[in-house]
């Protein structure tokens, strides 16, 4: 089955602590993303890539990183030094820039939720 | 002025109902918009991508107004199962240009 995977499914972290969140795709996209969703609020971008070993700060990539060593895998790590980390994030991923499709449309993971305690 | 704005609802409306969302953009130079759906808790899904002609897909209809800025999604007779959140929108101009997404329309469709 082709898709996008996301573990783990639900994190708890102390303050103070970075945690990785993986994302794992096998669509052959050239593109990913990672989005934070807070309630009430759209879908905001932090990083994205549109290709192995380049990546882009998103609308609000401050306490967080990322890294694109494989076509497949976009981690995103959220650092001690994000002061409101509590979100729903999501991983997505589009063929990207050297694919066929006008649209670009963006295919989603199922979600980590991170809960800072 | 958000980007893509959509009233967030919630749209109650009994099964059979038929029902519209609208959504405005701010950005003229935004090329290309979709609607998604969200189930609580889970993630978006994409429900339609919105030609210029304007599409259908089931019961399910999109249309794109430039000269107004809006995108519309119309839904004929509403089943329970598509209580959910859609959300709107929109991506500026190049393959390479990022989504902007609207908070989402909350429908709750009833018995």
């Known amino acids: 089955d082709g898709g996008i995977t996301q573990s783990p499914k639900y994190l708890f972290r102390k303050e103070g602590q970075n945690v990785t969140l993986s994302c794992e795709q096998n669509l052959n996209h050239d593109a990913m993303y990672w989005y934070r969703q807070d309630p009430g609020q759209g879908l905001r971008l932090i990083y994205y890539?549109?290709?192995?070993?380049?990546?882009q700060k998103g609308d609000i990539a401050e306490g967080y990183s990322v890294s694109r060593e494989k076509k497949e895998s976009f981690p995103l790590t959220v650092t001690s030094a994000q002061k409101n980390p509590t979100a729903f994030y999501l991983c997505?991923?589009?063929?990207?820039?050297?694919?066929?499709?006008?649209?670009?449309?963006?295919?989603f993971g199922p979600g980590t939720r991170l809960t800072v305690l | 002025r958000k980007e893509v704005e959509q009233d967030p609802g919630p749209f109650n409306v009994p099964e059979g109902a038929t029902v519209a969302f609208n959504c405005t953009y701010s950005?003229?130079?935004?090329?290309?918009f979709f609607w998604y759906r969200q189930d609580c808790r889970k993630e978006p899904k994409l429900l339609m991508s919105?030609?210029?002609s304007g599409n259908e897909d089931g019961r399910f209809t999109a249309q794109l107004n430039r000269a107004s800025q809006y995108i519309s999604l119309l839904i004929r007779d509403s089943k329970l199962s598509d209580s959910a959140t859609y959300l709107c929108v929109g991506r500026g101009a190049g393959t390479a240009s990022k989504l902007t997404f609207g908070t989402g329309t909350r429908l709750q469709v009833t018995l």
């Open positions: 950005n003229s130079a935004s090329q290309s």
């Open positions: 919105v030609y210029s």
């Open positions: 890539s549109q290709i192995v070993n380049d990546f």
């Open positions: 997505a991923s589009s063929i990207g820039p050297s694919g066929m499709s006008t649209y670009n449309e963006q295919f």
